[in-house]
């Protein structure tokens, strides 16, 4: 498993889902999510520089409902394997929805004619032994394949032909039957559990209870489901690249035009390089494709700017490459986290350089400032946000925090004419072409494509100068970011070798052509 392994180089009876039911985070309708992106991978009209892979066809909507259900379980299967977090959770409906609305009639209706059958006389019991018979499919659901003695207790207990003659004779007792049941839900529950399953016995009313009792069952359904997508994730890991790309692959072949925003994404990327390397080619060496002044290009090169433009995408403007769609808010939220970063580590560097050595070895004080800079930056990519202001009141804050700490070790104060110099700065990393943001935001990136380049070596890049005050929440995201990469170079990678390959002999062509002219 080694060798499918995105995280290099980083750093019995009873109770047997224990640690299922301690969480409960999931997929916010994936459904939607997918459809979404779908729609965002269609095809624009402007493609007139684009190498085409094949022409389109028309596609009926049985084929595009069955590539919409592949998507989704690709999806899912990604989802669970890539989100250590993935929890599955009941269905919210939206209050005063139509759905829900109907949901209440339908279930109200139910128990009032369950309480009805029991309050005649002689009660009733078809609609109690139809819940009794759920109940006992629900418990035995639970059960391992070891839990044998739990199983001829359930089956023995809730025997619903023997509970029907009872019935009929007028012997059926309700209430022992739900004791039971308690017990047996307290045995087989979660320990997050267990307080609900109190609250069961000190139900005395038999609607009520069975309403209860059914509303936890639920809830242990939904623990036992995630219990088992725990257990399986290690298994999941080494069949989903494979999965995946089968997935990706049957898709691919319904819609051949699925891999035309991977080659304008690897296209720009290699674009990008060549214009680098022409900028930043000082000599060139007779004889070798240098004396053009453009450098050969590799896929791996090609790869890494490529996976490092992901965390500047436009969004809004700007289709997100197919082979990316899945993990496209992560990286979304990759690039938001990176954009705060870069502000927190252009006002740490003014201010240390403001303050000089006096306060910059000293413990505690620039967690303090990044916390303060953290709490008043919180939201700062909402359309409401108002980035002068908060950098104002960042300003203020830092200044008196500068000045205390000074004050406590001995030092002298800021002057009145140190302290608007220092707010001016730090209101300055407000604009975009701020050289200290482009600084910040440069080494970061450096980073980054280190960590990519050394995310198959035991080593790890060192933290460029001005970072170490960012350093921790850097490393956090390059984790991250390292992760994701790898993982879809895992997946895609023999679609990205036939992309670059086609882009790399174009550029090596039109460098024979330009040396030959020359």
Not at 64 to 80: C, F, P, S, W, Y
Not at 131 to 150: A, D, I, M, W
Not at 317 to 343: C, G, K, V, Y
């Given at each position: ?85 993935f ?38 019991y ?27 207790q ?130 060139p ?42 993990d ?46 953290k ?15 908060a ?17 406590q070790h ?23 072409d ?6 910040i935001d ?15 070596q ?7 100068g ?53």
């Amino acid at each position: 498993m080694s060798s499918q392994d995105p995280d290099k180089p980083h750093t019995s009876e009873g109770k047997s889902n224990d640690s299922a039911g301690t969480r409960g985070d999931s997929l916010d309708n994936p459904d939607q999510s997918i459809r979404k992106r779908i729609r965002q991978s269609t095809p624009s009209p402007n493609r007139d520089n684009m190498p085409k892979s094949s022409p389109p066809r028309f596609v009926s909507a049985e084929e595009l409902m069955e590539t919409a259900k592949g998507v989704t379980n690709m999806a899912l299967a990604h989802e669970i394997v890539v989100n250590g977090d993935f929890r599955i959770k009941p269905t919210e409906l939206p209050e005063g929805s139509l759905e829900k609305k109907v949901r209440e009639i339908v279930h109200k209706a139910f128990w009032d004619c369950l309480e009805a059958q029991l309050n005649e006389d002689p009660p009733t019991y078809d609609h109690s032994i139809k819940l009794l018979g759920e109940v006992k499919e629900t418990l035995l659901s639970f059960l391992l394949p070891g839990h044998s003695r739990l199983r001829n207790q359930i089956t023995e207990v809730l025997d619903l032909d023997l509970i029907k003659q009872e019935a009929e004779n007028g012997a059926l007792d309700i209430s022992k039957l739900a004791s039971f049941i308690i017990q047996m839900m307290g045995t087989l529950c979660a320990p997050a559990r267990d307080e609900e399953i109190k609250k069961l016995k000190d139900i005395h009313e038999i609607v009520p209870l069975f309403r209860a009792i059914f509303s936890v069952l639920d809830l242990m359904k939904m623990d036992m489901a995630n219990f088992a997508v725990s257990s399986i994730r290690p298994h999941l890991m080494q069949q989903s690249v494979e999965y995946e790309r089968k997935k990706f692959q049957e898709i691919l072949e319904k819609q051949p035009n699925s891999l035309d925003f991977v080659t304008d994404w690897l296209q720009e990327a290699s674009d990008d390089l060549t214009k680098l390397r022409r900028i930043n080619l000082s000599s060139p060496f007779d004889g070798g494709p240098a004396a053009s002044g453009i450098p050969v290009l590799c896929p791996v090169s090609v790869q890494n700017r490529a996976y490092l433009k992901l965390l500047k995408w436009d969004h809004v403007h700007q289709p997100f490459p197919e082979t990316m769609l899945m993990d496209q808010s992560r990286f979304q939220e990759m690039q938001l986290e990176l954009e705060q970063l870069i502000l927190i580590g252009a006002v740490l560097l003014v201010t240390f350089n403001a303050a000089g050595t006096a306060l910059s070895g000293l413990p505690g004080f620039a967690d303090k400032i990044k916390t303060i800079i953290k709490v008043l930056l919180a939201g700062m990519h909402l359309p409401s946000f108002n980035l002068g202001d908060a950098l104002a009141t960042i300003g203020e804050k830092v200044c008196a925090e500068v000045n205390s700490c000074l004050s406590q070790h001995g030092f002298t104060p800021f002057t009145t004419e140190k302290e608007t110099v220092l707010k001016g700065q730090i209101q300055a990393v407000a604009n975009p072409d701020n050289t200290i943001c482009k600084l910040i935001d440069s080494r970061i990136q450096t980073f980054l494509e280190s960590y990519l380049v050394s995310s198959h070596q035991k080593f790890l890049p060192a933290i460029p100068g001005g970072l170490g005050p960012i350093q921790k929440e850097l490393e956090e995201i390059a984790v991250k970011y390292v992760r994701l990469v790898n993982y879809n170079k895992m997946v895609f990678s023999p679609y990205y070798d036939t992309v670059l390959s086609k882009i790399l002999d174009k550029e090596e062509s039109q460098l024979l052509g330009k040396s030959e002219k020359s």
